[in-house]
Structures are given as structure tokens and as C-alpha cells.
Nanobody
Framework: VQLQASGGGLVQAGGSLRLSCEAS????????MGWFRQAPGKEREFVAT????????YVAEFVKGRFTISRDNAKNTVYLQMNSLKPEDTAVYYC????????????????WGRGTQVTVSS
């Protein structure tokens, strides 16, 4: 599985962005998907995950109520809708695929895409 994230950019605080992650390969619908982020000087952290069917999602507490993860298996794409963005959301965002259903542990993801930069100005 190859993953390509897009949709990042510069936005003012309070604004919105939608990240997309397109996967290659016909087995996309077999994988749970996740979003992680890494800010400068900080460790990578979990943001959101979704099961292969889309029936179950989980987002980190610090983005709950602001971020939503979804997927369209017909388009081999997973999305991260980010609303009410804050300067502390500034980071490189990565999408990843896991055969473990869904997970908030990065080491359970087998495939990673190249990140997309999100910058939120105050």
C-alpha cells in the first residue's frame, strides 16, 4: 500500500482544512487507517483512526469535537476534517495504514505516507 497525503496549508486560527490520503492498491479496504502528527521538536502523536469499514472511529482527546476522520473505500481515500484550528495544531500530518483493525499506536501501522504540513497562524 502506498499512501499520499495532501490538503495541508496555511490557515488562520479558527479556520478549517481537510486533509486527504489516497492509497494505491486494491487492498485499501482491508486496512484500518490513521492520522498522526509531529510538531517541530516534539514526538509524533496519534490524532485519529478509523476501521476498514468506517464503522468505528476514534480521535485523540485534544482534537475531539474539532477533527473528524472518515473514509471512502470506493475512492481509496481517507480524510481528516479539521475545524476550529489552533496554533498548537501546527505540525506535519501523516496518514498510515494498519492491518490491526484500528489503532492509536504508531508501531502497529505497517505503511506510512509522506506528510503534509499544516500551519495555523494566530
Amino acid at each position: 500500500v502506498q499512501l499520499q497525503a495532501s490538503g495541508g496549508g496555511l490557515v488562520q486560527a479558527g479556520g478549517s482544512l481537510r486533509l486527504s490520503c489516497e492509497a494505491s492498491g486494491r487492498t485499501f479496504r482491508s486496512y484500518g487507517m490513521g492520522w498522526f502528527r509531529q510538531a517541530p521538536g516534539k514526538e509524533r502523536e496519534f490524532v485519529a483512526t478509523i476501521r476498514w469499514s468506517g464503522s468505528s472511529t476514534y480521535v485523540a482527546e485534544f482534537v475531539k469535537g474539532r477533527f473528524t476522520i472518515s473514509r471512502d473505500n470506493a475512492k481509496n481515500t481517507v480524510y481528516l476534517q479539521m475545524n476550529s484550528l489552533k496554533p498548537e495544531d501546527t505540525a506535519v500530518y501523516y496518514c498510515a495504514a494498519t492491518s490491526h483493525g484500528s489503532s492509536w499506536y504508531g508501531n502497529e501501522y505497517e505503511y506510512w505516507g509522506r506528510g503534509t504540513q499544516v500551519t495555523v497562524s494566530s
